[in-house]
């Protein structure tokens, strides 16, 4: 079996474990966005999802693609797997693996760089610089993950939930934090989980934030609050890095 077959056995055989990276439970098959996401895959058997910012350029977390795995950008064509390994990645600076075990600031974004032009019916998204979601409005949150906590054979499918924003901004205007309505983050319900980790967090817009983390109730790692790193204040280190590559990301000032 090479790499890329052990990749793909990993990834869906897997779920991230102790990693920070978390799908929809809880949620709807499709979504906004679907037409511009795909899956990462890295050789540890971790599941994230990525976002399609140009025809050259993935987003996802950083902690997806961090630690030197092998990593695969992964999509179906007429039912088949494709791989296609990166020709770079860049993790943002402020980035900190060990952040939340020992609550640090960190910034948990990573950029990709393909090769060659994903094919035509991915559509690049458009990122929010402009005002943010208050405490209470409604947004979305999508991805690739697990549609039950633990159950790794249920990843791959994009689901999305609607969520609320639950404190849009924290003491640094790094975070979003997110939660079902209707259990407002105290009670079970839907949320980010395992393999969602690098899909985005989306209003009317666009897309606000990428999904980072996940918390659940009695030791379980979803069913709680959803996390996200917000992109309007990273667009500096998002543009100048695309820059470099020759890719341009698609922006709007929002409602």
């Not at 797997?81 to 980035?95: D, G, K, M, N, T």
């Not at 695309?242 to 409602?255: D, M």
């Amino acid at each position: 079996m090479g790499i890329a077959e052990r990749i793909v056995a990993l990834g869906f055989a897997c779920v991230l474990g102790a990693l920070p990276a978390q799908a929809v439970v809880g949620g709807r098959e499709g979504g906004p966005a679907a037409g511009s996401t795909l899956m990462v895959l890295n050789a540890r058997g971790g599941v994230c999802t990525g976002i399609v910012l140009s025809a050259r350029a993935v987003l996802t977390a950083a902690h997806c693609a961090a630690g030197g795995a092998e990593l695969r950008i992964h999509w179906r064509e007429a039912g088949e797997p494709v791989l296609v390994a990166p020709a770079s990645v860049s993790l943002h600076p402020e980035f900190d693996a060990g952040a939340i075990r020992s609550r640090r600031r960190s910034i948990d974004l990573a950029l990709v760089r393909l090769a060659a032009p994903l094919p035509g019916h991915f559509g690049a998204a458009e990122l929010v610089d402009g005002s943010l979601p208050r405490a209470g409005s409604s947004i979305t949150l999508a991805g690739y993950g697990v549609a039950r906590e633990g159950e790794a054979r249920s990843t791959g499918t994009y689901r999305s939930a609607a969520l609320t924003a639950v404190e849009p901004y924290g003491p640094g205007r790094i975070l979003i934090w997110a939660a079902d309505p209707l259990g407002a983050g105290k009670r079970p319900g839907a949320s980010a989980c395992q393999g969602d980790s690098g899909g985005p967090i989306l209003t009317e817009a666009g897309i606000i934030a990428v999904t980072s983390w996940s918390t659940g109730p009695k030791g379980q790692n979803c069913g709680l609050l959803s996390q996200g790193v917000l992109v309007a204040p990273q667009r500096s280190w998002i543009d100048a890095t695309l820059s470099q590559w020759g890719e341009i990301a698609r922006w709007s000032s929002g409602p």
